[in-house]
């Protein structure tokens, strides 16, 4: 029996703060389902109520005003549970009888309870009105009107044309705004009940739930008893106590929850979901209390009720966010997941979208219960939605941009890569921005869609990286020491475990303005930047060693004089070149302004190369070809047509 009647206790609290109006549930089911309930526990049958009719409405009123008055009598003799589920039962088929679907969901319930006991008082004190002056069920079918006003008073009971209690016989709606002002003009008149009370209003906020018990209440101070926002203060006082006791007990809750965190990523976020979770308990605790215990009212209940759902609705879309983030956190670390394609970053930055969206519904909801009607709102943003969309324009691009960046996949979280003029490790791609590290542990924060539009290099992706150095060899350097030091160069590097054998280049590439220049292109075997740092600082030291041996040196910028006496220009030479010029004019062969056919023909391939003393001077141009690096996969490279300096190639 004790636990039918805990059970009953948290299904009627749950009815009570339940956000389902009883407009929205067919009343009759819950009568009646009520009502066995009560049975069970051994309470006096409650006549359920019936709307069929104007007299049937009335009628009920009247009986459930005397369930009432026998209710609140038990309850004042034995201050028990059973008692006050009685009394809590028939103020809710008092509310029942009401159309209260203008009234926000949030204090729906309070507001139905004042609106009814002001139906009681004003019928306890205006001249007894007789329910059979109403139309019945059989008086309908010849009446043409859908709405009846009590006699002497401004309330009136409508038919319900539309919703699950279309059909039935209820107050209307204005009853809401009416009743409390009626009433206001009829206070100094006698009330009429089988209880010691003069008002329906001052007993029910006296009215206290079985813990807390009346005898206490009764030895009070009477300034304890006064009303401030139609609550006693003591009870105001009593409130701001449970609820400074709730707060510490949570703060106390959190504190342990932070005690208990480890380094687990996924089990910090776990047990970060039991800390709203907390609250939300905590919350719907303190509105039982407040509801049934303390028993607030007026609008010191509306003040409770809203501060209760505001932080309630706040607590929920934490958790939700923190939830989202706990599952999708969980399916990253999940062992039993194959599929690795997709970025654990892309995973988290759906968890994100789903609690934001999650988020905003729950808090839409929320402040459709508060009464803030946001369907309303966002219906009639009509042509303000161009101004929001256009307002919100940069985080949809942001967020495009985010999902682009994860699918094209330039970079993923850890690349080093190159983009503008700066440079960094992606640490995290979000919904708004993505997050880098500088060489100089800076963080570089880029919105997603500017970053997805910039030229991005990313080193993360290369199967080796390039050394290419210039040398600048001394002007002193003679054709055999600079042949010296290419081959050693080239030795050296084919020697060199780290480096790419097949792509090795080194050539003398021309004369500066004050060396001859050796370029040197070659591919370090790493993808880690200290330890190409190392290969490369390694290949200079040994060319420095190579370049000492030759007996030259680096060139600088300079300029060397020579003081010397001029010998002149050799006159024999200059006689040859002008005697073989005239020889040219003769013959009509002057190559000016191009050779003719005749002499190109003549002179294709006539000069030896590789020359002579070079180990591939009788190799064959596909010979040659072999180990290099065409400019396309898919169509073989021209041997003979290798004619780019960039291209990789070999010695």
Known sequence: ????????????????????????????????????MLEKIDTPKITPIRTESPRSTLQSLYNLRDNLENSLGAYW????????????????????????????????????TQTGLYLLEILGRVKPIDASAL?????????????FRLPGTPLRIIEIVEGNRAGEYLFSADTVHSAPRFFAGLKTLPLRSSLPITSWDDTSRQLSGPWIPTAGIAKLPNFMKRSILDTPIWKILLVILLSFASGVVLRVWHRLLVEWLT????????????SPIGIMIGLLWLQHVFSFQVNTTGRFFDLTETCLLVVFYIAATGGFWTMSRAFFETVIVDPRRTNRSLDDSFIRLVGQIIGFIGGVLILGYGAHELGVPVLSMIAGFGIGGIAVALAVRPTLENLIGGFILFIDKPVRVGDYCTFGDQSGTVENIGVRSTQLRAIDRTQI????AQFADMQIVNWAKCDTMLINETLGLRFETDAEQMRYVLAKIREMLHSHPRIEAETIRVRFIGFGESSKNVNLRIYAKTREW??????REDVLLRIDDIVEASGTGFAFPSQTLYWSPDPGLDSERTEQAHQ?????????????????????ESLSGKLKYPPPGSPDYFATDEELAEGGETLSADEPQDPVSESNPDEKSGD
């Open 135 to 147: 139309p019945g069920p059989d008086d309908l079918d010849a009446q043409s009107t859908t709405a």
């Open 263 to 274: 380094d687990d990523p996924v089990k910090i976020v776990r047990l970060r979901i039991l």
């Open 77 to 112: 003799q034995q201050q028990n549970t059973s008692n006050e589920i009685q009394i809590v039962f028939v103020i809710g088929q008092i509310r029942a009888l009401i159309d209260l679907s203008q009234v926000p969901p949030a204090t729906r319930r309070e507001t139905g």
């Open 1 to 36: 029996m004790a636990i039918s009647r805990f059970l009953l206790v948290v299904f009627v609290a749950l009815s009570c703060t339940s956000q389902v109006t009883a407009q929205e549930a067919n009343q009759g089911t819950i009568a009646n389902e009520l009502e066995s």
């Open 445 to 448: 924060s880029i919105p997603n």
């Open 530 to 535: 200290n330890d190409f740092y190392s290969i």
């Open 580 to 600: 073989e010029v005239a020889t040219w004019r003769r013959r009509r062969e002057l190559p000016f302004p191009r050779f003719s056919s005749t002499a190109l």
